[in-house]
Nanobody, 122 residues
Framework: QVQLVESGGGSVQSGGSLRLSCTAS????????MGWFRQAPGKERTRIGN????????YYTDAVKGRFTISQDNARHTLYLQMNSLKREDTAMYYC???????????????WGQGTQVTVSS
C-alpha cells in the first residue's frame, strides 16, 4: 500500500523559509513522478512543481520559480520542498503526490499525502 506523509509545515513571517518533507512507503520513488501541489481556501488545488525521480529533472510554476526547490533523497524515500522568500500568497495547504503518467496533469497523480499547512504572515 502506497502512503505519502508530509511534514514541515507551519507559520512563518514573510521573507522566511520552510522545508517540507514527503516520506513515501510502499513505492519506489525512482519509478514515479513526484509533485508538490497547494490549495488555498476557496481555490483549486494547483501544481507548483514536480520532479522526475529517475533523472532528477524538475519543473516549477512561475509563481514559485527561483524561490522553491524540489529535491529527493532516494535512500530515505523522501521528497523535499525548500521554500525561501515566502510571501503571504504562498499560504495554503501543501500536498505531495506521486504518479506514473503525464506529470503536468493533476489527474495523473494516483497517490496523495494528507497535506501540511503553510501560513505566511506579514
Amino acid at each position: 500500500q502506497v502512503q505519502l506523509v508530509e511534514s514541515g509545515g507551519g507559520s512563518v513571517q514573510s521573507g522566511g523559509s520552510l522545508r517540507l518533507s514527503c516520506t513515501a512507503s510502499g513505492v519506489t520513488l525512482s519509478a514515479l513522478s513526484m509533485g508538490w501541489f497547494r490549495q488555498a481556501p476557496g481555490k483549486e488545488r494547483t501544481r507548483i512543481g514536480n520532479i522526475i525521480t529517475r533523472d532528477g529533472s524538475t519543473y516549477y510554476t512561475d509563481a514559485v520559480k527561483g524561490r522553491f526547490t524540489i529535491s529527493q533523497d532516494n535512500a530515505r524515500h523522501t521528497l523535499y520542498l525548500q521554500m525561501n522568500s515566502l510571501k503571504r500568497e504562498d499560504t495554503a495547504m501543501y500536498y505531495c503526490a506521486a504518479g506514473a503518467g503525464d506529470c503536468s496533469k493533476i489527474q495523473s497523480y494516483d497517490y496523495w499525502g494528507q497535506g501540511t499547512q503553510v501560513t505566511v504572515s506579514s
